[in-house]
């Protein structure tokens, strides 16, 4: 079981950044693949980026590639996505999840969701 909790978002006008975290409970979190999704209001949750189990591979939608990045600190159990160069499409809850597969992009390939945070990004 991994419990995971989001923190970071708020509201920030477009070309700025924002960094979010998740921290994740349990001894198990180097064993898991980690992803943030995003789901805007009237629309499905849509994957934004994944990091493999030791960091060294990544992945992220199109729509977030050099704007974006994921990170994490298994030391901290934590994973992390710095956003910058923010857009006001990028509004949405943000989430993070726990996967035992590589690459998951999909959302039923995650076991564990956090709560979400809110990111707001005014044009």
């Known amino acids: 079981q991994v419990q995971l909790v989001e923190s970071g978002g708020g509201l920030v006008q477009a070309g700025g950044s924002l960094s979010l975290s998740c921290a994740a409970s349990?001894?198990?979190?180097?064993?898991?693949?980690m992803g943030w999704f995003r789901q805007a209001p009237g629309k499905e949750r849509e994957f934004v980026a994944a990091?493999?189990?030791?960091?060294?591979?990544?992945y992220y939608t199109d729509s977030v590639k050099g704007r974006f990045t994921i990170s994490r600190d298994n030391a901290k159990n934590a994973v992390y996505l710095q956003m910058n160069s923010l857009k006001a499409e990028d509004t949405a809850v943000y989430y993070c999840?726990?996967?035992?597969?590589?690459?998951?992009?999909?959302?039923?390939?995650?076991?564990?969701w956090g709560q979400g945070t809110q990111v707001t990004v005014s044009s």
């Open positions: 349990g001894r198990t979190f180097s064993s898991y693949v």
């Open positions: 999840a726990a996967a035992r597969v590589w690459i998951a992009t999909m959302k039923d390939e995650y076991l564990y």
């Open positions: 990091i493999n189990w030791s960091g060294s591979g990544k």
